[in-house]
């Protein structure tokens, strides 16, 4: 089975600090990406990458930035946390980025900024 | 851009009823759509899909078949269980362009006993 893991399940952060949300996935995936999900509004698309050291903005890329040094591991970064980034991120990975591929999600990170 | 609407929950049944969640999308190409269930606490998880025209994607006695002409991939099942209780995403991903995932806002299911 795809294993897509995120460093934490819960996290609390006060307004300013640099944040770092860590993705793993285990199946060699070529690609993978951080979403953001809040009540009312589904997921949003932030960033994503479809390979090493490759990366696109999403729909929401605001206050964000990522990094992708090595395959398996896809690190969104809020670089100065505000309380409007309090909220769910989750984090996916595809095989080869066609239309029908499947993602596959990781657990979620519940950001709290105070 | 491309879009998907959802109706708008809570949904609640009792047990053993019949579900529907209706789903329509706005897309430029021929998109592959997808129905992703999340349990409490969990993240999403793929319930089924279509990848093309009159496809039906059926999983755990869920069905949803693409529907062109009317733009919809509406998710049913004849008999809910309360382990059914969940949020349910429709989503879709354009067959060119970028390869990510364009959400619906979701429809939270309560299933009571």
């Known amino acids: 089975d795809v294993k897509v893991t995120q460093s934490s399940r819960y996290l609390v952060k006060r307004t300013g600090e640099k944040v770092f949300l860590e993705c793993v996935q285990d199946?060699?995936?070529?690609?993978m990406f951080w979403y953001r999900q809040d009540p009312g509004l589904g997921l949003r698309l932030i960033y994503f990458?479809?390979?090493?050291?490759?990366?696109e903005k999403g729909d929401i890329p605001e206050g964000y930035s990522v990094s992708r040094e090595k395959k398996e591991r896809f690190s969104l970064i809020l670089e100065s946390a505000s309380t409007n980034q309090t909220s769910m991120y989750l984090c996916?990975?595809?095989?080869?980025?066609?239309?029908?591929?499947?993602?596959?999600f990781g657990p979620g990170t519940r950001l709290t900024v105070l | 851009g491309d879009s998907v609407t959802q109706m708008e929950g809570p949904v609640t049944l009792s047990e053993e009823a019949f579900l529907t969640i209706n789903c329509t999308y706005t897309?430029?190409?021929?998109?592959?759509l997808f129905w992703y269930v999340q349990y409490p606490g969990e993240g999403l998880q793929l319930l089924l899909k279509?990848?093309?025209?009159?496809d039906k994607g059926s999983n755990k006695g869920f069905e949803a078949t693409y529907r062109k002409e009317t733009t919809s991939f509406h998710l049913e099942k004849g008999s809910v269980q309360v382990s059914d209780s969940a949020v349910y995403f429709c989503?879709?991903?354009?067959?060119?362009?970028?390869?990510?995932?364009?959400f619906g806002s979701g429809t939270r299911l309560q299933v009571q006993p």
């Open positions: 996916a990975s595809s095989l080869l980025g066609l239309a029908s591929d499947t993602q596959y």
């Open positions: 199946m060699d995936h070529e690609n």
């Open positions: 990458s479809y390979d090493v050291k490759m990366k």
């Open positions: 897309a430029t190409g021929y998109p592959s």
């Open positions: 279509a990848t093309k025209a009159d």
């Open positions: 989503a879709l991903s354009e067959s060119t362009g970028r390869r990510a995932l364009t």
